[in-house]
């Protein structure tokens, strides 16, 4: 891209022509469909090619065109509402933190009003490598995406190929008969489309999407009933899996039983006649989530991530100037700490102190100050929040878009304002839920309205989530200064 960019003056009007002639005529140039595989090695034996990760380089002109047209087809996707509700991948206002605030949501309601969740989170083997070419232009062409648009699709998958370079050596050119170009613009929104119909397969469960990333679960009061309506509705799932070409794996796909009442050991649950293992834990959508919802198992997880780091930090503190440490605290510690903090971040303190004490302990060596220095003026310097208001400040934010209505339906409709005149000041107050469990006090949509009504009139008042955050990151630290 630094080339296109320093010769950007000379070549926009032939790139203009070319981009235009491209969208009208629904032919995707033939020289921008080869992709460069570079294979990066990931663990394990490095004479088995599964420990190695291909990474595909495409032509930089190729992404400025799939931007144009996915820009276009944005627009008529959300038009016409063509995505479903339940998935969040790719989407815009939507996150893995949202789909997993939905998925916690619904298990902690249905545990508050005493009944079991089970949930299957299902693994599919190179889905987006073996999307079939046919299948997804006979789906495009039922939503509605039709004439050049769809020979402009049908070219832009059509005769791609891709070479393989690694360690100075290039292979022959090879044709892809399916799936999507692995790091484009489209591939992900294409996927989505022809995903989109597994909603519809089950009217008795609901679904978590983010891209590939696929869990169904469904609530009841009697565990044996619920245990067998999702061994048959899977069935059915696998029966579309099959059917669009698919591969459902089974060894890696688990299952879940949530809720506080006693469960019986031995529930056995099958897909197609192959038994699905039954986890205590499982990681969905980088985070590990655990059949009680006490989070301590990722909080372990980010503990040891730390600690290690810490190591690193600490071999390069006498080298470093304290902005390129600031710089190393983001990428070694706050990246992993502050990922979906707002749906792990809300359990109790004892919990998340280790992480707290490692925060600060990280704070002082960026500093580079003593082990026993107060923290609160190293924060003030810094201009960074503690762990629990970091936790506050990403719930509040998620109650900052409930009041302007831009969350996805399922998580929207959680959140009731109550009614008041416009000029009242509880115009802004969100009606409390009546929680039994602990689980659920500590779900982060209860928690958040709490958290939410209890802020001042102006903070809710805000024009926009940018000043939000600002205001409040500003009011926070104020107070660090008052505690000095």
Same mark, same amino acid.
């Given at each position: ?18 981009? @235009? ?29 599964? @420990? ?35 998935? #969040? ?24 009003? @005493? ?12 889905? #987006?490598?073996? +999307? ?7 789906? =495009? ?16 998958? *059509? @005769? ?39 909603? /519809? ?21 009697? =565990? ?10 899977? +069935? ?32 056995? !649950? ?6 699905? &293992?039954?986890? $205590? ?18 909080? *372990? ?23 390129? !440490? ?22 109790? &303190? ?22 026993? *220095?107060? $923290? ?10 503690? =762990? ?7 719930? =509040? +934010? ?8 831009? +969350? ?14 416009? /000029? ?12 039994? $469990? $602990? ?28 000043? #939000? ?16």
């Amino acid at each position: 891209m630094v080339i296109i960019k320093k010769t950007l003056d000379c070549i926009s009007i032939p790139l203009c022509y070319i981009f @235009n002639l491209s969208l009208q005529s629904g032919v995707f140039p033939d020289r921008m469909k080869v992709a460069k595989v570079i294979p990066l090695y990931k663990s394990g034996d490095k004479h088995s090619f599964n @420990n190695y990760r291909p990474v595909s380089l495409l032509s930089q002109f190729s992404k400025v065109l799939e931007k144009l047209f996915a820009q276009r087809l944005d627009s008529f996707i959300e038009k016409y509402q063509l995505i479903n509700e339940n998935q #969040f991948g790719f989407r815009k206002n939507r996150s893995t933190a949202l789909a997993l605030l939905t998925f916690i949501d619904d298990i902690s309601s249905a545990t508050n009003n @005493n009944k079991y969740t089970v949930g299957v989170f299902v693994d599919l083997k190179k889905a #987006f490598d073996s +999307l079939q070419h046919s299948i997804l232009i006979s789906k =495009l062409y039922n939503y509605g995406v039709r004439g050049v648009a769809l020979n402009w699709l049908r070219s832009y998958l *059509e @005769n791609r190929s891709q070479y393989v370079h690694y360690l100075g050596n290039t292979s022959e050119r090879l044709k892809i008969v399916c799936g999507v170009p692995q790091g484009s613009i489209l591939g992900p929104k294409l996927f989505n489309l022809y995903i989109n119909d597994i909603c /519809d397969v089950s009217k008795r469960l609901n679904s978590i999407l983010f891209a590939d990333d696929t869990n169904f679960y469904c609530s009841g009061e009697n =565990l044996k009933d619920l245990v067998e309506i999702m061994t048959s509705e899977m +069935l059915r799932l696998k029966i579309w899996f099959d059917v669009n070409k698919l591969s459902l794996n089974l060894t890696k796909t688990k299952f879940m039983i949530f809720g506080n009442r006693v469960k019986e050991d031995e529930v056995i !649950m099958s897909i197609d006649g192959e038994l699905i &293992e039954r986890v $205590t834990e499982f990681r969905f959508l980088g985070v590990i989530v655990d059949e009680n919802l006490t989070w301590k198992s990722h909080i *372990e997880y980010i503990r040891k991530k730390m600690v290690k780091n810490i190591y690193i930090l600490g071999n390069v503190r006498d080298l470093l100037d304290y902005k390129t !440490m600031r710089i190393l605290y983001f990428s070694l510690f706050f990246s992993y700490f502050s990922y979906c903090i707002e749906v792990w971040g809300n359990t109790y &303190e004892n919990t998340i102190k280790p992480l707290n004490l490692l925060q600060k302990k990280v704070i002082r060596m960026i500093h580079n100050v003593k082990y026993r *220095e107060h $923290t609160n003026k190293l924060f003030i310097k810094s201009k960074l929040l503690k =762990l629990g208001d970091l936790v506050k400040l990403r719930t =509040l +934010l998620i109650m900052f878009k409930a009041k302007n209505n831009i +969350l996805p339906f399922k998580l929207q409709r959680v959140f009731l304002l109550c009614s008041g005149r416009e /000029d009242s000041r509880r115009k802004f107050y969100f009606k409390h839920q009546l929680a039994r $469990t $602990t689980q659920r006090l500590m779900s982060p949509t209860v928690r958040g309205i709490r958290l939410w009504n209890s802020l001042h009139y102006n903070l809710k008042n805000c024009i926009n989530l940018y000043c #939000f955050k600002k205001c409040y990151m500003l009011k926070t630290i104020t107070q660090y200064e008052e505690c000095e």
